[in-house]
């Protein structure tokens, strides 16, 4: 897991709002988590695409192209 602080810098944060650090801390890495994870599904997707479309034979667009 990231941690947003590391070793003493923990006890640098005031006492008042270390719940609130630790709260943003895990959101923050849940929303990482689920970044990575969706990411990889994604790549897989665009990597099987290509290779169909290159089996049948259809030209690959580069970026920014828009043939259809």
Do not use: F, Y
């Not at 640098?12 to 943003?24: H, K």
């Amino acid at each position: 897991m990231r941690r947003l602080w590391q070793g003493d810098d923990h006890e640098i944060i005031d006492p008042a709002d270390r719940l609130v650090a630790r709260a943003i801390e895990t959101r923050s890495n849940t929303a990482l988590e689920r970044a990575a994870h969706q990411e990889k599904p994604l790549t897989e997707r665009d990597i099987a695409a290509a290779i169909a479309r290159r089996s049948a034979g259809v030209e690959d667009c580069g970026p920014g192209d828009n043939h259809q």
